[in-house]
Nanobody, 118 residues
Framework: QVQLVESGGGLVQVGGSLRLSCTASGSGERVNRMAWYRQAPGAHRDLVATITSGGSTNYVDSVKGRFTISRDNAKNTVYLQMNSLRPQDTAVYFC????????????WGQGTQVTVSS
């Protein structure tokens, strides 16, 4: 079965940048849409950005112009470049992937903490 492994979180000052990575590994199944979600303490898990296997992207309004999602299909890896970070970006960031051909299923990464300090 496919698993997602994330990396790249950490502590950064306001206005700084971080790059998150998430690699899908395992059974070799087709990885379709990939996405990043985030969850702040006491809040719901919210969608941040999505990218299809063809490279089409979508962003939540609060990160447009600051975050960029991209992927390397050969490596089954999705990235989230985060610039101009704000304290309200502080959250655990989760990678998500929709996997399969005839029947799709969803998988999640373990999450990586991003903390933006003022």
């Amino acid at each position: 079965q496919v698993q997602l492994v994330e990396s790249g979180g950490g502590l950064v000052q306001v206005g700084g940048s971080l790059r998150l990575s998430c690699t899908a590994s395992g059974s070799g199944e087709r990885v379709n849409r990939m996405a990043w979600y985030r969850q702040a303490p006491g809040a719901h898990r919210d969608l941040v950005a999505t990218i299809t296997s063809g490279g089409s992207t979508n962003y939540v309004d609060s990160v447009k112009g600051r975050f960029t999602i991209s992927r390397d299909n050969a490596k089954n890896t999705v990235y989230l470049q985060m610039n101009s970070l704000r304290p309200q970006d502080t959250a655990v960031y989760f990678c998500h992937a929709r996997v399969g051909v005839v029947v799709e299923y969803d998988i999640w990464g373990q999450g990586t903490q991003v903390t933006v300090s003022s």
